[in-house]
T-cell receptor, first 111, second 113 residues
Framework: QKEVEQNSGPLSVPEGAIASLNCTYS??????FFWYRQYSGKSPELIMS????GDKEDGRFTAQLNKASQYVSLLIRDSQPSDSATYLC???????????FGTGTLLAVQP | DAGVTQSPTHLIKTRGQQVTLRCSPI?????VSWYQQVLGQGPQFIFQ???????GRGNFPDRFSARQFPNYSSELNVNALLLGDSALYLC????????????FGSGTQLSVL
């Protein structure tokens, strides 16, 4: 079983729609969860962090965490073509600052 | 403030050669981590250094080594290069004891021929 799982996509949504990206993880003791955006040929860029159950909103982005279900999600409202990228879910892996990444979900926002 | 800087940007080597990649963290960040990202995969943890000490090591062979200098910059060395070492090598810096956020540099694209 992979430690962090994501659907590789591509997830295609029309411009202005809500994009929903999902991630599950296997280590129940993980406490820190992150979403990174990676454009093709570029390095990952941190867009959201979440540490407690519930929702956390930042602009058009909302991260959701359910530790009981070992599930993290990212919602992108009013999706724009510039949001087209690979979204990486990362989970703290026990050792300080070690992150375990999923394979990423490719999001394509259609104009 | 400058972000995480990495050099070189691109590198082409042949099998069996050795390579050194360099990284300077964000000012004030004392921890540096190295990740390998193969095309189509998420980054994989190689090393973490804090205050010049190794704090974590991923599942990579001994051909991979690293060190951190007193100014918190870091080098990643890979010996006896294999074709499978071709990847994007990412350096990330963070504040130990903070919120554990990692900030990545632009990476070094290594091609082994």
């Amino acid at each position: 079983q992979k430690e962090v799982e994501q659907n590789s996509g591509p997830l295609s949504v029309p411009e202005g729609a809500i994009a929903s990206l999902n991630c599950t993880y296997s280590d129940r003791v993980s406490q820190s969860f992150f979403w990174y955006r990676q454009y093709s040929g570029k390095s990952p860029e941190l867009i959201m962090s979440i540490y407690s159950n519930g929702d956390k909103e930042d602009g058009r982005f909302t991260a959701q965490l359910n530790k009981a279900s070992q599930y993290v999600s990212l919602l992108i409202r009013d999706s724009q073509p510039s949001d087209s990228a690979t979204y990486l879910c990362a989970v703290e892996g026990g050792a300080t600052n070690k992150l375990i990444f999923g394979t990423g979900t490719l999001l394509a926002v259609q104009p | 403030d400058a972000g995480v800087t990495q050099s070189p940007t691109h590198l082409i080597k042949t099998r069996g050669q050795q390579v050194t990649l360099r990284c300077s963290p964000i000012s004030g960040h004392k921890s540096v981590s190295w990740y390998q990202q193969v095309l189509g995969q998420g980054p994989q943890f190689i090393f973490q250094y804090y205050e010049k000490e190794e704090r974590g090591r991923g599942n990579f062979p001994d051909r991979f080594s690293a060190r951190q200098f007193p100014n918190y910059s870091s080098e990643l060395n890979v010996n006896a290069l294999l074709l499978g070492d071709s990847a994007l090598y990412l350096c990330a810096s963070s504040i130990i004891g903070g919120d554990e956020k990692l900030f990545f540099g632009s990476g070094t694209q290594l091609s082994v021929l």
